[in-house]
C-alpha cells in the first residue's frame, strides 16, 4: 500500500524557516513525481512545488520561487520541502503528494490529481 506521511510543520515567526518532510512507504520516491500543496480554509488548495522522477525535475509557484527549496533524499525515501523568509501568507496546511505521472503533480490545478496523498502538516507563520 503507497502512503506518505508529512512532519516538520509548525509556528514559526515572519522571517523564518521550516523543513518538512515527507516520507513514502509502499514505494520508492524517485519512481514517482512527488509534489507539495498548501491549502488555507475556505480556498482552493494551491499547487506549491514538484519534484520529477529519476531525473528530479523541480518547479516552483511564483509565490514561492525564490524562497521554498524542494528536494529529494532516495536513501531515507523522503522528499523535502525546505521553506525560507517567511511570511504570513504562507501560512496552510501542507500536504505531499505523489502519482506516476509528472504531468499530474508539476501542472498547477492538473485534473486528475495526484493518486496519493498524506494527511498533512499546519505550518503557521504568525509572531
Known amino acids: 500500500q503507497l502512503q506518505l506521511a508529512e512532519s516538520g510543520g509548525g509556528l514559526v515567526q515572519p522571517g523564518g524557516s521550516l523543513r518538512l518532510s515527507c516520507v513514502a512507504s509502499?514505494?520508492?520516491?524517485?519512481?514517482?513525481?512527488t509534489g507539495w500543496y498548501r491549502q488555507v480554509p475556505g480556498k482552493e488548495r494551491e499547487w506549491v512545488s514538484c519534484?520529477?522522477?529519476?531525473?528530479?525535475?523541480?518547479e516552483y509557484a511564483d509565490s514561492v520561487k525564490g524562497r521554498f527549496v524542494i528536494s529529494r533524499d532516495n536513501a531515507k525515501n523522503t522528499v523535502y520541502l525546505q521553506m525560507n523568509r517567511l511570511g504570513p501568507e504562507d501560512t496552510a496546511v501542507y500536504y505531499c503528494?505523489?502519482?506516476?505521472?509528472?504531468?499530474?503533480?508539476?501542472?498547477?490545478?492538473?485534473?486528475?490529481?495526484?493518486?496519493?496523498w498524506g494527511q498533512g502538516t499546519q505550518v503557521t507563520v504568525s509572531s
Open positions: 509502499g514505494f520508492t520516491v524517485n519512481s514517482y513525481a
Open positions: 519534484i520529477g522522477h529519476w531525473g528530479g525535475r523541480t
Open positions: 503528494a505523489a502519482d506516476a505521472s509528472l504531468t499530474v503533480v508539476c501542472i498547477p490545478g492538473h485534473r486528475p490529481e495526484p493518486d496519493y
